[in-house]
């Protein structure tokens, strides 16, 4: 990234907005601010029946490609001074909404008009026209990842996710080597290659440099494309994943919004993450972060010209090409299931 692109005041370092002051820390107190700004908009509710969704839906469908994104901005960019530097109050109240995925895949859909479609995404449209068993074959993840299963077992028994689940590394990749297609297909329909934490450890123990987890997340990627993931309670959630962490990715560069990680939703982080999110802001300050204000770390709201940067990326690496699939199917079960696509959305998130 070359550092003559960006305007002189600006600060890559501390990546904040050029004009804005770039606070030492920056933790503001929740005083409500966020109720006032955008908050009678009518595309920034949050459904809770039927009827309120087919409102919301017919209200996004009545605004422009220019409006959603224009409006975004306008939003987005909000700000009011504190004594620690800039607050952006209502990223807090975008974050998660129907606008904000209504805006994403619009916003995605231009860029990817506006750009070439990227070597991997070329690929990927080839390779989800052939059968399971050439992916296996010539995905280099899935290449790589499988040279000689001798069955040994050694990944199970040491996998977390198969003490928790019907799951089992080494019969995956027992499926993977036979590569019977009816068998992939259903094994890519099924649960299963949802149930791996991603978590590397057979892949560091298994005698013959296997690697389940990179085979897993190379079929997870198969089932997305063939749309076969929407098959199964965890792959429909893939819908929702696409939106929470390619939507923080997409707009704020950074795959948490740390402010959101409500520990009811995130039970999974244990009882170290419930102590430290009662007291966020202090956690906020000790670090001299904060998701909603200019200024430094992982958590602040990321300069444009960074963020075109890491755009780029999601494009020239396919993830562009996955998201607008995931969608396209997500759509599809819409339509099968009478609902509207943000109904859709939050049913595959909450099911199961
Ligand atoms: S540890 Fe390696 S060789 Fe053993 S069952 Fe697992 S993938 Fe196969
Ligand atoms: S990466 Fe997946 S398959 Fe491998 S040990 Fe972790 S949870 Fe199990």
Same mark, same amino acid.
């Given at each position: 990234m070359s550092s003559s692109k960006f305007p002189a005041d600006f600060d890559l370092q501390r990546?904040?907005?050029?004009?804005?002051d770039t606070p030492e820390r920056s933790a503001p107190e929740d005083t409500g601010l966020q109720n006032q700004?955008?908050?009678?908009?009518?595309?920034l509710d949050r459904p809770t029946c039927p009827e309120e969704y087919r409102r919301l839906r017919l209200c996004l469908d009545s605004l422009s490609d220019r409006e959603i994104l224009e409006g975004y901005r306008i939003l987005r960019d909000e700000k009011v001074p504190r004594a620690e530097g800039w607050y952006y109050p209502n990223v807090r109240i975008l974050h998660g909404t129907a606008f904000e995925r209504e805006k994403d895949r619009r916003e995605q859909k231009i860029w990817s008009e506006a750009h070439d479609e990227s070597e991997v995404a070329r690929w990927y449209r080839e390779a989800r026209e052939k059968p399971c068993a050439w992916w296996v074959e010539n995905h280099i993840i899935a290449r790589h990842a499988?040279? #000689?299963?001798?069955?040994?077992?050694v990944c199970t028994s040491l996998c977390p996710a198969a003490e928790f689940f019907d799951y089992n590394p080494r019969t995956i990749m027992e499926i993977v080597q036979e590569k019977d297609e009816q068998t992939l297909v259903e094994l890519l329909r099924s649960d299963t290659i949802w149930?791996?934490?991603?978590?590397a450890s057979c892949k560091v123990k298994c005698p013959r440099q296997n690697s389940p987890f990179g085979m897993l997340s190379s079929l997870r990627q198969l089932s997305q494309l063939k749309g076969?993931?929407?098959?199964s309670i965890r792959g429909r959630q893939q819908v929702a994943a696409r939106h929470l962490w390619g939507g923080n990715l997409w707009?704020?560069?950074?795959?948490?919004?740390?402010?959101?990680?409500?520990p009811e939703t995130h039970r999974d982080f244990g009882p170290r993450h419930e102590t430290l999110y009662r007291s966020i802001e202090i956690a906020f300050r000790q670090v001299g972060a904060?998701?909603?204000?200019?200024? #430094?770390?992982?958590a602040r709201k990321i300069h444009p010209e960074t963020l075109q940067e890491v755009r780029r990326l999601w494009h020239a690496g396919g993830a562009l090409f996955l998201w607008q699939m995931i969608d396209e199917a997500a759509a599809r079960g819409a339509v099968e299931d009478g609902l509207t696509i943000d109904e859709y959305h939050d049913k595959a998130k909450t099911e199961g």
């Amino acid at each position: 990234m070359s550092s003559s692109k960006f305007p002189a005041d600006f600060d890559l370092q501390r990546q904040a907005f050029p004009g804005d002051d770039t606070p030492e820390r920056s933790a503001p107190e929740d005083t409500g601010l966020q109720n006032q700004s955008g908050a009678n908009a009518p595309w920034l509710d949050r459904p809770t029946c039927p009827e309120e969704y087919r409102r919301l839906r017919l209200c996004l469908d009545s605004l422009s490609d220019r409006e959603i994104l224009e409006g975004y901005r306008i939003l987005r960019d909000e700000k009011v001074p504190r004594a620690e530097g800039w607050y952006y109050p209502n990223v807090r109240i975008l974050h998660g909404t129907a606008f904000e995925r209504e805006k994403d895949r619009r916003e995605q859909k231009i860029w990817s008009e506006a750009h070439d479609e990227s070597e991997v995404a070329r690929w990927y449209r080839e390779a989800r026209e052939k059968p399971c068993a050439w992916w296996v074959e010539n995905h280099i993840i899935a290449r790589h990842a499988l040279t #000689s299963c001798m069955s040994c077992g050694v990944c199970t028994s040491l996998c977390p996710a198969a003490e928790f689940f019907d799951y089992n590394p080494r019969t995956i990749m027992e499926i993977v080597q036979e590569k019977d297609e009816q068998t992939l297909v259903e094994l890519l329909r099924s649960d299963t290659i949802w149930y791996c934490y991603q978590c590397a450890s057979c892949k560091v123990k298994c005698p013959r440099q296997n690697s389940p987890f990179g085979m897993l997340s190379s079929l997870r990627q198969l089932s997305q494309l063939k749309g076969y993931h929407v098959h199964s309670i965890r792959g429909r959630q893939q819908v929702a994943a696409r939106h929470l962490w390619g939507g923080n990715l997409w707009n704020r560069a950074c795959s948490l919004y740390y402010r959101d990680s409500h520990p009811e939703t995130h039970r999974d982080f244990g009882p170290r993450h419930e102590t430290l999110y009662r007291s966020i802001e202090i956690a906020f300050r000790q670090v001299g972060a904060c998701p909603d204000m200019s200024g #430094s770390l992982s958590a602040r709201k990321i300069h444009p010209e960074t963020l075109q940067e890491v755009r780029r990326l999601w494009h020239a690496g396919g993830a562009l090409f996955l998201w607008q699939m995931i969608d396209e199917a997500a759509a599809r079960g819409a339509v099968e299931d009478g609902l509207t696509i943000d109904e859709y959305h939050d049913k595959a998130k909450t099911e199961g």
